[in-house]
DNA sequence: CTTTATGCAAATGCTTTGCACTTTT
DNA sequence: AAAAGTGCAAAGCATTTGCATAAAG
């Protein structure tokens, strides 16, 4: 288990991470932050906020979202635009490719240089590029076993 | 300019195309169809109902929702997700990267091989592969042009 | 004549907005 | 204090749904 003392010390590394950042550390933000960490669900606003309501029964819909789009315009998340019916969030903002599955709607990472994202070329044919998503849809592993459709 | 005989050939074309994927010809789908052959503009449902309602009054928004729908389940047309806001219908079904513009909210087709999309495999680690998008974000050369910030 | 598609209006659900209030710094 | 962030409720929109009517094969 994790000690006090390492939770006090990520705490902090967000708290400044974010003062970096030009921006305030507000429990809130720090919440989200922790929750984001390391997970790889790619959730969405509500589920970030479902989440984290036990523990902060202020927090609302609207704080979820305007943070994250500030994490992203920090450049320290990736929003989805993956899932045809909600927005996505990745905490990994390096660029990877995602698969959604149709059947159970999970996003996942897929494995670098799987589909090849080559690193974004500052320009291509006169368009500025800023952000590139590798988006692949399908049938995850998990789903082909339950449903037996096809291979 | 089009000859009469032209257009009600095309037209033939279109509904064969239909039956042949056991969809009836309706005037409303023949209408969808023809508005986007060769439509570079990757138009979401709302314009293409704005478009066609002058020569189609009855029209429905709901009727335009569902015939791209299964348009794009027969492998006519793609969905695109790349636009946050809104759904955008691609009339060209063979996979390749799109761009859009943060700034104007267009999207463009890039040319084929730009921004490499290699064929797609079957099967990624297990996931079943049935359709990548790769989407790519930024400021399209007309706005960089308009607004000279940057290169 | 059977089946499929359409149109309408209402409903749904995600995301944004305005604004008064609270917290950071 | 000043500036920035939060929460709430309402508004905004894109998309879907249910169902009665209409058109296609």
Do not use: W
Request: with cysteine; hydrophobic share 30%.
């Amino acid at each position: 288990m994790e000690s006090k003392q390492g939770r006090r010390e990520k705490k902090n590394e967000r708290a400044s991470k974010l003062r970096r950042l030009g921006l305030r550390a507000t429990p809130q933000r720090l919440a989200i932050l922790a929750f984001l960490e390391g997970n790889r669900n790619h959730p969405s606003a509500e589920e970030i906020y479902q989440a984290l309501k036990p523990r902060f029964p202020s927090l609302s819909l609207a704080t979820v979202y305007s943070t994250l789009e500030i994490l992203e315009r920090a450049g320290e998340i990736q929003i989805l635009t993956i899932d045809p019916e909600r927005r996505r969030f990745d905490p990994d903002p390096t660029p990877h490719a995602h698969f959604y599955c149709r059947l159970c709607g999970r996003v996942f990472d897929l494995p670098p240089g799987e589909p090849v994202l080559e690193e974004l070329p500052e320009e291509i044919e006169g368009f500025r590029v800023e952000k590139i998503l590798l988006c692949v849809y399908g049938v995850c592993p998990g789903c082909r076993g339950r449903h037996k459709e096809g291979t």
